[in-house]
């Protein structure tokens, strides 16, 4: 079961990347994103929501194995965050790179109420400042390819 909760919790081992541990995990999340995104809008944020949930959970017990609040071997944080990025965008090369760089560069920056929220309790505070996080890069995102440039770059 240890092995199992830390597979989940480092983003498929991407949490143990000697460098960026964070830039790893949300490259899963990519990877997830694609085959995902063939499902539709509404399937996607639900699988998007569950793996936020899920990851509360698993983040929770990680804690406990690993001995430290919210260890940055823990990345399914980011993969989720990459996921709520992406949610409800065009499934297009060039938003999904800026998707991408958005959420990293809100996940980095940690504008308010990010660090607010690591504060909450368990899982839930390693993993709700990646969801805003993800929100706040979704809500640049969809600024951008709904309003400013509807037809892309690409």
Excluded at 17 to 37: D, E, H, K, M, Q
Excluded at 55 to 60: E, Q
Excluded at 90 to 104: E, K, S, T
Aim: with cysteine; hydrophobic share 50%.
């Amino acid at each position: 079961m240890r092995k199992s909760v830390l597979f989940v919790a480092t983003g498929a081992g991407s949490g143990y990347a000697p460098i960026a541990p964070g830039t790893f995990g949300s490259l899963v999340g990519l990877v997830l994103y694609f085959p995902l995104s063939w499902l539709g809008p509404w399937p996607y944020l639900g699988l998007a929501l569950a793996i936020t949930w899920g990851g509360a959970l698993v983040s929770s017990r990680a804690e406990a194995i690993l001995g430290r609040k919210d260890d940055q071997r823990i990345t399914i944080d980011e993969v989720a965050g990459v996921l709520l990025a992406l949610a409800f965008l065009p499934p297009r090369i060039d938003v999904v790179v800026a998707g991408f760089i958005l959420f990293r560069l809100f996940d980095i920056w940690k504008p308010p109420p990010c660090r607010k929220v690591e504060s909450l309790p368990g899982g839930w505070g390693v993993m709700a400042d990646d969801v805003v996080a993800g929100i706040y890069a979704n809500l640049c995102g969809q600024l951008l390819w709904r309003v400013l440039w509807p037809g892309g770059w690409m």
